[in-house]
Every structure is written in structure tokens, then in C-alpha cells.
């Protein structure tokens, strides 16, 4: 079982607060600026590491928001009641980003939360329900390196999206979607983004030729 560690959030910033100290934001370029080239490039990889074990914990906020927002819900859906046509819009107002990008994170937040029982006392819920297990979607793997950190959720995104939903429920078929994205989540540290989104493509054409 995966875990997924808030420590290892600190740990980045500890190193982060070390190496700068407690900088103002104004003096920030010049204090970066005066570091050997190696230091540089280990703030880069501390801060790069650091966003995204938080970029995890926003998607998994954004797919909460979606599932409670939902038609079941109502006007008494989460983002409705604060004035929100759909959960995109609520979470595009908070982070500040392009509705593509909070499409983006919904859609990644609810594939997260697929599979993951319901929480007791979200809209729709009983306790009977809340309780009961539910069944490991194909895509498991991907969530689970989300939140474990060893892959971005821009990464996460380009696997899902181009290597696309098996064409059938039969165990088989979903064996192989299962291994594509073992296989492709090991690649992850060695492809760009772009090469891992086509990657997923050649993959889902040999699995798939239809």
C-alpha cells in the first residue's frame, strides 16, 4: 500500500528555508541568483518536489469539491451553494488558472477518487455504502503514483488521456490497460511529457488497433 507522506513536504522546504533563509520575496531573484550552479539546480529539484506532492493534495481537493458537487447534490452541492455553476468553476476561482487546466485537475481528482469508497456524509451517502469496498479501477496504479510522488499529475494526465479507457470490462483486456500503465509510469523519469503522451498512444494502437 502507497502512502502518501506530508513529512516529505517539510523535509523540501526545510531544504528550501536552509539554502535561502528567510528571503523576501523581493530579494528573492538576487539571493537565487548568487548561488554556485549546483545549489541552483537543487532548489530547482527541492521546489519541483515539493509542488508536487502539493499539486497531489489540490487534485484529490478538486475531485472532493467535483463529487460533492454533483447532480445528486443538487443546489446544495458544494460548489453550487457558492454560487457555482460546476465544480470547474469553483476551482478555477480558487487556484487562478485557465478552465482548461482546472478541467484538468477535476478530471484528475475524480480518477483518484474512483474506486475509493464513499466518505459518510457526503450528498447521496449512507452509512451502508460509506462502508462497503469497492472495486480497483484499472487506473489504480496511476493514482497511486500521484500520490506516492513518482509521477506528476501532469504526467498522470498525459498517460490517462492518450492510452484511453479499455475498449472492453473483460479481465483480460483490462489486465493489459493495467500493465500499459505500470509499464508507462516506469518510463515516466526518462520521457518528456510529449514523448510520454505518445508513448501511451503507440501502446493503446498495439492493445487496441480498432
Not at 85 to 100: A, D, F, M, N
Not at 110 to 137: F, N, R, S
Not at 172 to 195: F, H, K, M, N, P
Amino acid at each position: 500500500r502507497v502512502l502518501f507522506r506530508s513529512t516529505g513536504i517539510d523535509q523540501h522546504l526545510r531544504v528550501l528555508r536552509g539554502v535561502l533563509g528567510d528571503v523576501a520575496a523581493e530579494g528573492l531573484t538576487r539571493t537565487v541568483g548568487a548561488l554556485p550552479d549546483d545549489v541552483v539546480v537543487a532548489v530547482l529539484a527541492e521546489a519541483t518536489a515539493a509542488i508536487t506532492s502539493l499539486d497531489a493534495v489540490r487534485a484529490v481537493a478538486a475531485g472532493v469539491i467535483a463529487a460533492r458537487s454533483g447532480r445528486d447534490a443538487g443546489h446544495g452541492g458544494l460548489a453550487q451553494v457558492r454560487g457555482h455553476r460546476s465544480p470547474v468553476t469553483l476551482v478555477q476561482e480558487i487556484t487562478g488558472t485557465t478552465k482548461g487546466d482546472a478541467v484538468r485537475q477535476v478530471r484528475l481528482g475524480e480518477a483518484l477518487l474512483d474506486g475509493q469508497p464513499p466518505v459518510d456524509g457526503d450528498p447521496g451517502t449512507d452509512a451502508a455504502d460509506a462502508a462497503a469496498p469497492a472495486a480497483e479501477p484499472w487506473h489504480a496504479p496511476l493514482g497511486a503514483a500521484v500520490l506516492a510522488g513518482t509521477i506528476t499529475t501532469t504526467q498522470q494526465d498525459a498517460i490517462r488521456r492518450n492510452l484511453g479507457d479499455p475498449p472492453t470490462s473483460e479481465p483480460g483486456t483490462v489486465d493489459a490497460w493495467r500493465a500499459a500503465v505500470t509499464q508507462l509510469i516506469t518510463e515516466a523519469s526518462e520521457r518528456t511529457v510529449e514523448e510520454l503522451g505518445r508513448a501511451a498512444r503507440v501502446v493503446r494502437d498495439v492493445l487496441d488497433p480498432e
